[in-house]
């Protein structure tokens, strides 16, 4: 895979974040809101992995994706929502992304370890 590819998923993915911080702050928060909810890393990583491996493969990460979704970032989202205005939102942010990254090296060591999803 050259350097180019590399150039074009960073761009595309970017270009989402982008849009998402411009219609927040243009005050189009309904736009904002829809355009977080689209899975864009997903959106994204899917059309390059389905272009260079297939439809299988893409499957198999989905399965992947959505079970460790469930297992850390569900509590993660949970955390930030339920200590941001106790301890404010940048230490609620930390917080929750060190029980989302607990979770997740979890879930990915495990996966791997047993052979899940591939």
């Not at 309904?30 to 297939?54: E, N, R, W």
């Not at 940048?90 to 999803?117: D, E, H, P, Q």
């Amino acid at each position: 895979m050259n350097i180019s590819n590399y150039i074009i998923y960073f761009v595309t993915g970017g270009l989402f974040t982008v849009l998402i911080v411009a219609f927040q702050v243009s005050g189009h928060k309904t736009l904002s809101g829809l355009a977080t909810l689209i899975p864009v890393f997903t959106l994204v990583a899917y059309f390059f992995i389905g272009k260079i491996s297939g439809g299988q493969a893409v499957s198999q990460h989905a399965k992947f994706v959505l079970t460790g979704t469930l297992l850390s970032w569900v509590p993660y989202m949970l955390a930030v929502a339920y200590f941001a205005p106790r301890i404010g939102p940048y230490k609620a942010i930390l917080v929750g992304l060190t029980i989302f990254f607990v979770l997740a090296l979890s879930f990915t060591l495990v996966s791997n370890r047993f052979g899940y999803f591939k």
